[in-house]
C-alpha cells in the first residue's frame, strides 16, 4: 500500500483491516524499481520481524493512495467479459481489444473523480488490475506470463462515453482524463489469490447495485493478456494492465445513465478490498 497526501505517500504494507507497517525505509516507493530488482522478496523477511515485534501502525483517517507508483504505462483490454459484450451488443472479440489510458489518470482508491469538461456520458468500469513484476518482452507462453505479475489490484476504468465512441474511434480520448483510474486500497501479490480466474467483483452508484460479475466470465484470462501483450510491446516493471469490466456499464442501460457531480460509487473485487469514489464536476 501507498498511505499519505498525493505526491508524498509512504510505502506500507497491511497487516489487517486496521493496521499496517511502515516499510518507506526499506522501499522508496513502490515503482519500476523496486518491482525490478525483487523488491516483493526483499521486503517478506523484515515485515515479518516488524509484525512479530509489534512494530505496527493504525490507519486511522489517514489518506490511501494507489498501491503503486505512476507507471510507464496504463494498458487496457476492452470486451474481455462475454457477458458485457452482449450488454454492448458487440461480438466477443477474437483476439484482445488494447487501448491505453495516459498514466496520470492513476489516482487512490477513494480520491474524487472529476467529470470532463463537456462531458455527459462519463461511466463507471469495475476492473481487475495487474502489475507487472518483471519485464516482460516475447513471453513464450501464458505459463511464463505467470512469472512476470507482481499481483492484483482493484481498478475503477472510467471513461467518457461521448469521448471514446463518437469522437473519431480513440479510445484513449474516453479513457484518459484526470482521475479517471483509481485504484487500490492494495496490491496483493499472486499467493494472495486461490485463483484469479474466479473472484466476485462489484460496483455500486449511489447504494444501488450496477455490477455484478466474477471473472469467470473474463474471454481472455491474466496471463493470456500478459503473454498477448508482450508479442506487441515491452511491458516493464510497475506496468498496469486493466482487463475489462463484467456488465452493467451505464453505457449498457436502456436508457443510458451516466454520472454526474455527487454522486457515489463504491466498487470491489474479492481479496483485493472495497474503495470509494465521490463525483465532482469540472474544474
Not at 198 to 227: A, C, S
Amino acid at each position: 500500500m501507498r498511505i499519505g497526501a498525493p505526491g508524498v505517500e509512504k510505502t506500507a504494507v497491511r497487516v489487517s483491516d486496521d493496521t499496517y507497517v511502515d516499510v518507506s525505509d526499506l522501499a522508496p516507493d513502490f515503482d519500476e524499481t523496486f518491482f525490478g530488482s525483487g523488491g516483493l522478496a526483499r521486503l517478506a523477511g523484515p515485515v515479518a520481524e516488524r509484525v512479530a515485534a509489534g512494530d505496527v501502525q493504525p490507519f486511522g483517517d489517514q489518506r490511501i493512495g494507489a498501491p503503486i507508483g505512476r507507471p510507464h504505462q496504463i494498458l487496457c483490454i476492452g470486451l474481455n467479459y462475454s457477458d458485457h459484450a452482449a450488454e454492448t451488443g458487440q461480438a466477443v472479440p477474437a483476439e484482445p481489444i488494447v487501448f491505453n489510458k495516459s498514466p496520470n489518470t492513476l489516482i487512490g482508491p477513494d480520491d474524487d473523480v472529476r467529470i470532463p469538461r463537456g462531458s455527459t456520458k462519463t461511466d463507471w468500469e469495475v476492473e481487475l488490475g495487474v502489475v507487472i513484476g518483471k519485464r516482460a518482452s516475447y513471453l513464450d507462453s501464458p505459463e511464463a506470463a505467470a512469472d512476470h505479475i507482481a499481483g492484483y489490484v482493484l481498478v475503477n476504468d472510467v471513461s467518457e462515453r461521448a469521448f471514446q465512441n463518437e469522437r473519431g474511434g480513440q479510445w484513449v480520448k474516453g479513457k484518459s482524463a484526470e482521475t479517471f483510474n483509481p485504484a487500490g486500497p492494495w496490491l496483493a501479490t499472486p499467493d494472495e489469490i486461490p485463483d484469479v480466474r474466479d473472484l466476485d467483483m462489484w460496483l455500486d452508484v449511489n447504494g444501488e447495485r450496477r455490477q455484478t460479475g466474477t471473472t469467470k466470465t473474463m474471454i481472455f484470462d491474466p496471463y493470456f493478456v500478459v503473454h498477448y501483450l508482450s508479442q506487441f510491446l515491452v511491458l516493464e516493471p510497475g506496468d498496469l494492465i486493466n482487463t475489462g469490466t463484467p456488465p452493467g456499464v451505464g453505457l449498457g442501460m436502456k436508457p443510458p445513465v451516466y454520472l454526474k457531480p455527487g454522486d457515489v460509487m463504491t466498487l470491489g473485487i474479492q481479496h483485493l478490498g472495497s474503495a470509494r469514489q465521490r463525483v465532482v464536476g469540472p474544474r
